[in-house]
């Protein structure tokens, strides 16, 4: 048996690959949702905890948490995220608006 053919098996089967297609748009998407918003503005958009959604499936709320720290450290713009209010986020959204476009 080739074990180093194993273990990079094993290895790839960690891997996330995720796409950062959100960001394209990401600054007029965010406008829009602020338009004529009264209170505190939006700091983050839909697809972007569409995004997250995708991303929760592989780990726990405060985990999820952690990654938005790293995320922000790579790409400045994007703000980190209270576990639970991303949670909360999430929960708001409708699985079937994003489909609507279709």
């Given amino acids: ?7 990079e098996r094993l290895i790839g ?10 960001l394209e748009g ?5 406008s829009l949702l602020n338009d004529g918003k009264v209170g505190h ?8 905890i569409v995004f997250l959604a995708v991303v929760r499936f592989s780990m726990p709320y405060r985990q999820l948490e952690g990654f938005t720290r790293a ?3 790579l790409v400045q713009r994007l703000p980190t995220i209270d576990y639970s ?4 986020r999430m929960l708001d959204l409708s699985p079937y608006e994003s489909l609507s476009g279709l």
Avoid: A, H, N
């Fill in 85 to 88: 209010w991303v949670r909360r």
């Fill in 1 to 7: 048996m080739d074990w180093e053919l194993v273990d």
């Fill in 26 to 30: 990401y600054d007029y998407e965010l």
């Fill in 41 to 48: 503005p939006f700091k983050i958009t839909d697809r972007y």
């Fill in 71 to 73: 995320l922000s450290k």
């Fill in 13 to 22: 089967c960690g891997e996330l690959l995720l796409s950062l297609d959100f």
